[in-house]
């Protein structure tokens, strides 16, 4: 089985956060100096954007399951799996989001993953997770699941780490 990865990285209008971020502290401390307010805009700038890139879950399907940012979801637990289109993440991240749902979600990806977790032991109804490209990433669950159907397994829950 081959090994399904993605990393979600802002698009480009997040990105602009550092610039305007970084001009905004230059303007506000001009008042101390020019070395100073260049300081500040310089550091404030490289701190916007070290925090997006920290903040960067990465979503890895194989042999053993999902790991979706710090979780890990083992693959003979994988119940049902739906991609969703930009109107049902929407959705599903509002009015139908249950509280114990395991969620991945960021702002600038539209679409989304559902993937049920078929372990009673598990308290985690179902997992919601941002994806690019939900298509591809439901059909690498889907080979997954049925790779761990006909290998058998021992049941354990999802595990959260972090």
Avoid: K, N
């Amino acid at each position: 089985m081959s090994t399904y990865l993605e990393r979600l990285r802002p698009s480009a209008p997040f990105w602009l956060l550092a610039p305007v971020a970084a001009v905004v502290a230059t303007v506000s401390t001009v008042p101390f100096g020019a070395a100073v307010a260049v300081a500040a805009g310089v550091v404030v700038g490289l701190a916007v954007v070290a925090l997006l890139l920290a903040r960067v879950p990465e979503l890895r399907v194989d042999a053993a399951g999902l790991r979706a940012g710090p979780a890990f979801l083992e693959a003979e637990h994988l119940g049902e799996i739906e991609a969703l289109d930009a109107v049902a993440t929407q959705r599903a991240l509002g009015p139908q989001l249950r509280a114990d749902a395991y969620v991945v979600h960021r702002p600038w990806v539209r679409t989304a993953v559902r993937v049920g977790v078929a372990d009673e032991a598990d308290p985690t109804p179902y997992w919601l997770v941002s994806s690019r490209r939900p298509e591809e990433l439901a059909r690498a669950l889907l080979a997954c699941r049925e790779a761990a159907g006909r290998e058998g397994g021992q049941a354990a829950h999802s595990e959260q780490t972090g």
